[in-house]
């Protein structure tokens, strides 16, 4: 394992950021007329809920949250590891013309993401997808890029981060692990 | 060739002999036995010290499917197989193509075995004709060319007025019946032992009742009819107890079992392991202990090997499809030594069991060492330990439980008429 | 994590209780996909299953064959004709000459036991096997767990009584490994010419001498599939008779718990085992069955794709 840990944000800084990006969402759509917000699991689905959180502060009314687990878009399900379990998708409403926000914790080579919208399509043709992240670490192996991002890290491919919840499923922090 | 057989332990049951001396064997017959023999001056010497000295072993029951089923044995692998599992005699059912039912196939097969086989060969012709259950075979004949008995081993016979008239007919000619005992009502469909090893792989049972049920028919036919009976391969615990009653009564009854039903239980079939299918299947501890408890009283007179040769193309198949049977010959001399050691037999009950019993059943004149008797012998190295392996068997079929597993004893020389066919 | 490590599914007995865990969670997050407009992954892309099917059965082949097509494999049906002795080719010859064609898993049904196991030892492709002989039926038995979770939320502590020929049923074998790992309490009932010998060896399991006996305070009542030419001329009077002794209805149904839900693995012979007020009525959770079969079909598919060759 890792043995030299550094805090890169703490739980007050986490909670800026998504204020910020909330702040951004809104301004980039004008608004949260047919937004939703698509968190991936697990980490991003836990940060949608707090993003959604900020967007009511702001504006008031409610935005439909949903969460996507990505396991069985993976790109390495040809392999012979074994499979990883399955999460629950949960999305309760259509996506058909709706601006989706998918939200995850940390961007890194892109293929999560790239899963995400192939899932996302499974669900209807929304009217736009925009990818909103609290890390990006660079490293990207798809043509990838975020709309909206909390704090860009440079990192060297051994390192490791990490966005740790309590068991609330609220963040606490994120972590650097070398 | 003469032999001198020097300081083996010869046990012969016949004689109640047991003691360490020298068997002198000259122009194919018992010369003499006794201690310190001289070495006549055309006499080979063989070492026996360390080894037992025993009458030739018999096994009064092999399949040795010639002809017309050759690709699974013949006569000369058979027999092959026979010395190298220190038998000296074998007794072949008759369930060959065609079936041994006429003097033609017995001929062929005295003659076959004669001219290239490696041991003595006993035609078994069988009682119905065809073994087809629907009448006398002519049994008659069958003893004038060569048959030493008769029995439609495989199957039994359905209709029990043709039982019973067979074995008056027989008992008229002066030939044993042996009985396939078997309910086939009982029996159905299935393929392993009724019991919860057939619960729990969910195969098609046969109850041990099916067996004791046509035990009990033969037996009391044997008993009306005053016939000598034999019932082969005994695998279950009640019939064990319906033969000792029997005997007790003075019932002319006499009876075999196999090693694998004193050795394995229906647990060898887990797996679905096709070389542990056999008929009758293999049966569960309490008739395990029945069948050892049998043989130690001398309810079960033989042990004989049920040696039943098939291809891999007919074992290595889906359970249900698989033929019944297992080779024997090479591992039951093995097999029943560890009865010895298990103390529920003693050395000389054991070679009574393999070679003096079956002789006199089948009055094959043999299973002695008697001065002028023909010099069937065998030499037995207790200690020898082997591994049964495919490629090593001489038997053309590979089809035995027990492949990869370790054995103890084994022939170390194999004698018929006073040459030497085998030698480890 | 927990991790599926078997190349095969063959039957229940194999499996340890995290590794049925892991596939009733799976097949729980599967049937989400169930319920979208475009019921489709990309999971299996590329994957080649065939479903060789030496006994006819509808249901558990559609089954598996939609289970595949969801997950994007490309599935293949296969019935020999059933006596493939006659055509001249073995098993093990019709298995290696699919294997030619790379597929990836073989879903077999065989009417003889233990075949799957044979086959396993020819050839190195996936074998999920959906019915051998009266020995398992693995993923029926796993359907029907998941079913009894929805309803308990639990399967620790039920009481299943599970009634009719079990000497000849798959099903109950399966349901009766599979319930004992996961703490289920079983309680057997039929004539005696249905229950095999040691069956309360197989696993948590109570032989009653009555229906009523197993009825009483189940939590689920199981009722098996009783045929006149399976069970053939000599285990029963007929069917009149057996469904007087052994038929579930609207009477004895009582004795179990109130609430308590009924299940049968299908195809329901109705009028015989159960009456159709049972079939039909508000405890019977027989097309839930259905439903869940999909999704644990999947699960177990999934997988085994990323199992290891034992």
């Not at chain 1, 699991?41 to 702001?58: K, P, T, V, Y």
């Not at chain 1, 491919?157 to 609330?168: G, I, L, Y």
């Not at chain 2, 049951?13 to 001056?41: F, H």
């Not at chain 3, 999971?43 to 006819?56: P, V």
Request: with cysteine.
């Amino acid at each position: 394992m890792s043995n030299e840990q550094t805090v890169l944000m703490d739980g007050a800084g986490i909670k800026r950021a998504l204020t910020r990006i909330a702040h951004e969402i809104l301004e980039k759509n004008k608004g949260v007329e047919d937004i939703v917000l698509i968190g991936i699991r697990s980490g991003g689905a836990f940060l949608s809920d707090g993003i959604a959180e900020q967007i009511s502060n702001i504006e008031g009314g409610t935005v439909p949250v949903g969460a996507v687990d990505i396991t069985l878009y993976r790109d390495d399900c040809s392999g012979s590891l074994p499979h990883h379990p399955v999460g629950k998708t949960e999305i309760p409403f259509s996506l058909e013309a709706k601006k989706v926000i998918l939200v995850d914790d940390v961007l890194y080579t892109g293929r999560t993401i790239r899963a995400a919208m192939d899932a996302m399509m499974d669900f209807g043709r929304p009217k736009s997808i925009q990818l909103a992240v609290l890390i990006d670490r660079g490293h990207r192996e798809l043509p990838i890029r975020a709309d909206f991002v909390g704090r860009n890290v440079p990192t060297s491919q051994k390192e490791n981060v990490q966005v740790v919840f309590d068991s609330a499923n609220k963040p606490i922090e994120v972590l650097l692990e070398k | 060739m003469n032999l001198l057989i020097k300081n083996g332990r010869v046990i012969d049951p016949g004689q109640k002999i047991d003691d360490v001396m020298d068997v002198l064997v000259e122009n194919g017959l018992i010369k003499e036995l006794g201690k310190g023999l001289s070495v006549p001056a055309d006499a080979k010497v063989i070492d026996a010290s360390g080894k037992y000295v025993v009458p030739g072993l018999i096994d009064m029951h092999v399949h040795l499917r010639d002809p017309g089923l050759e690709y699974k044995e013949d006569i000369v692998s058979g027999t092959k197989s026979a010395v190298a599992g220190g038998f000296t005699s074998v007794c072949c059912m008759p369930n060959t193509k065609p079936v041994i039912d006429n003097k033609a196939v017995v001929s062929y097969i005295i003659n076959k075995a004669k001219s290239e086989g490696l041991c003595n060969v006993f035609p078994v012709g069988s009682i119905t004709y065809g073994m087809g259950g629907e009448r006398m075979s002519e049994i008659g004949e069958l003893k004038e060319s060569g048959c030493v008995a008769i029995s439609d081993d495989g199957k039994p016979v359905v209709n029990s007025e043709l039982m019973m008239r067979s074995l008056q007919y027989a008992q008229g000619i002066g030939i044993t019946v042996i009985s396939h005992a078997e309910e086939l009502s009982l029996v159905g469909q299935g393929v392993m032992n009724e019991g919860y090893t057939s619960t729990e792989l969910g195969l098609k049972g046969i109850p041990c009742v099916a067996e004791d049920i046509a035990t009990s028919r033969d037996i009391m036919l044997a008993e009306y009819t005053g016939s000598p009976i034999h019932i082969a391969h005994v695998s279950t615990k009640g019939s064990v107890r319906i033969i000792r009653e029997a005997k007790a009564r003075g019932v002319k009854v006499t009876c075999e079992t196999a090693p694998h039903y004193f050795t394995l239980t229906d647990d060898a079939v887990r797996g679905y392991n096709t070389n542990a299918k056999m008929n009758p299947p293999l049966r569960e501890v309490q008739d395990v202990a029945a069948i050892k408890e049998g043989l130690k009283d001398g309810t079960i007179d033989c042990i004989a090997t049920d040696h039943a040769p098939h291809h891999l193309d007919e074992k290595d198949v889906e359970f249900n499809e698989a033929m019944n049977g297992i080779v024997g010959l090479e591992t039951s001399l093995p097999l029943s030594l560890k009865l010895v050691d298990e103390g529920v037999l003693k050395l000389d009950q054991l070679i009574e069991k393999l070679s003096f019993n079956p002789s006199k059943i089948l009055n094959l004149g043999r299973g002695i060492l008697r001065a002028g008797s023909i010099a069937d012998i065998t030499l037995i190295d207790p200690s020898a330990e082997w591994v049964v392996e495919a490629d090593k068997l001489a038997s053309k079929s590979k089809n035995s439980p027990w492949l990869g597993r370790t054995m103890k004893g084994g022939a170390a020389t194999t004698i018929v008429a006073g040459k030497v066919v085998y030698k480890r | 994590m927990a991790e599926f490590k078997h190349k095969h599914i063959i039957a229940l007995r194999d499996l340890s209780k995290e590794d049925m865990e892991l596939l009733l969670s799976t097949a729980e997050s599967m049937r989400e996909i169930n319920s979208r407009d475009i019921k489709k992954v990309p999971t299996l892309r590329g994957k080649t299953i065939i479903n060789l099917f030496y006994e006819s059965s509808t249901r558990t082949r559609t089954s598996f064959e939609i289970a595949g097509k969801r997950l994007s494999a490309d599935t293949v049906n296969i019935a020999p004709s059933n006596s493939s002795a006659t055509k001249g080719e073995t098993l093990a010859d019709t298995a290696l000459n699919l294997l030619a064609m790379k597929p990836d898993i073989i879903v077999m049904r065989h009417a003889v036991s233990g075949s799957h196991y044979f086959l396993a030892n020819k050839i190195n492709c996936s074998i999920i096997n959906a019915g051998d002989g009266a020995h398992e039926h693995p993923s029926q038995g796993l359907l029907d767990m998941l079913t009894m979770k929805d309803r308990f939320g639990r399967l620790d502590g039920l009481k299943v009584a599970i009634v009719g020929d079990i000497t000849h049923s798959r099903v109950a074998r399966s349901n009766i490994q599979g319930l004992t790992k996961m703490g289920s309490k079983i309680y057997v009932a039929g004539p005696p010419t249905m229950l095999p010998p040691g069956v309360e060896k197989l696993g948590d399991v109570t032989v009653c001498s009555s229906m009523n006996e197993a009825l009483e305070d189940a939590d689920v009542v199981m009722m098996l599939r009783i045929q006149q030419e399976r069970q053939g001329k000599t285990l029963m009077p007929n069917t009149r008779e057996y469904s007087r002794y052994f038929g579930l209805n609207p009477n004895n149904i009582k004795l179990a718990k109130p609430n308590a839900m009924i299940m049968h693995p299908g195809p329901i012979n109705r009028g015989v085992e159960m009456s159709s007020y049972v079939i039909d009525g508000d405890q019977s959770w027989i097309l839930k069955q259905v439903e869940n079969g999909v999704a644990v079909r999947m699960a177990m598919l999934y997988h085994v794709c990323g199992g290891e060759l034992e």
